[in-house]
């Protein structure tokens, strides 16, 4: 079975600050990759995702992921944060089971952007 | 093209009342996924559904809570006699095939029990 592990629940950044939000992940099988942001009691939106090609993913509002394999890693980034970024942010990892892509969700790390 | 649509958003229920949730997959999706969010946690799966099949309902407890997936109309999440510990955001998310390799998420409906 596959197992997703934010270590961080809360991370406090200023605003324009860099970010790291940790992913780490274990399955015995291939995965998809992914990372989703939620605002509050908003659901949830992906904010990029890795599939396969290139390791390293982006996303349109500056957010970025590298697909670390040999570390079993998804780290989520971003060179400089603002405060519209302060959200509650999941990583989940897609394998296959039975036919279809399970998904299965870390618990959450919440950033909050000081400005 | 219409995103997945969940009603209600909100729903109070007292305690031994039931509650129906509902979920309308995006256009062409004909596989619907439903999960819950208890607070200060992460999403847990909870079902998988095709048109009138439940595929995996490893994740759902065994008792109080069924889902369907009719021919026509949405996806309903029903929980019967629901307890407090049932308070929690419900999602349902969709795909267009079983391996696709995303999956569409609605806004959620929270469920308060009182």
């Known amino acids: 079975a596959q197992s997703v592990t934010q270590l961080d629940s809360q991370v406090p950044v200023f605003e324009e600050a860099p970010v790291e939000l940790r992913c780490n992940y274990s399955?015995?099988?291939?995965?998809?990759l992914f990372w989703y942001v939620q605002y509050p009691n908003q659901g949830l939106q992906l904010l990029l995702k890795y599939l396969s090609g290139s390791t390293l993913v982006e996303s349109i509002n500056g957010f970025e992921a590298e697909f670390n394999k040999s570390q079993t890693s998804f780290h989520l980034r971003k060179p400089s944060v603002h405060i519209s970024d302060t959200a509650e942010y999941f990583c989940a990892v897609s394998t296959p089971s039975g036919g279809y892509q399970k998904v299965t969700f870390g618990t959450g790390t919440k950033l909050q952007v000081i400005p | 093209n219409a995103g997945v649509m969940q009603n209600p958003r909100h729903l109070v229920r007292r305690r031994g009342q039931e509650a129906r949730l509902r979920c309308s997959p995006m256009?062409?999706?004909?596989?619907v996924y439903w999960y819950r969010q208890l607070p200060e946690e992460g999403l847990k799966f909870m079902v998988y559904?095709?048109?009138?099949?439940?595929?995996?309902e490893s994740g759902m407890p065994k008792e109080r809570f069924s889902a369907e997936f009719p021919k026509e109309g949405p996806s309903i999440l029903r929980i019967q006699q629901v307890v407090r510990g049932d308070s929690a955001a419900y999602f349902c998310a969709s795909s267009p095939l079983a391996g696709y390799n995303e999956q569409f998420f609605g806004p959620g409906t929270r469920l308060t029990v009182l």
């Open positions: 399955s015995s099988v291939s995965v998809y």
């Open positions: 256009k062409g999706h004909s596989h």
């Open positions: 559904l095709q048109k009138e099949n439940i595929i995996d």
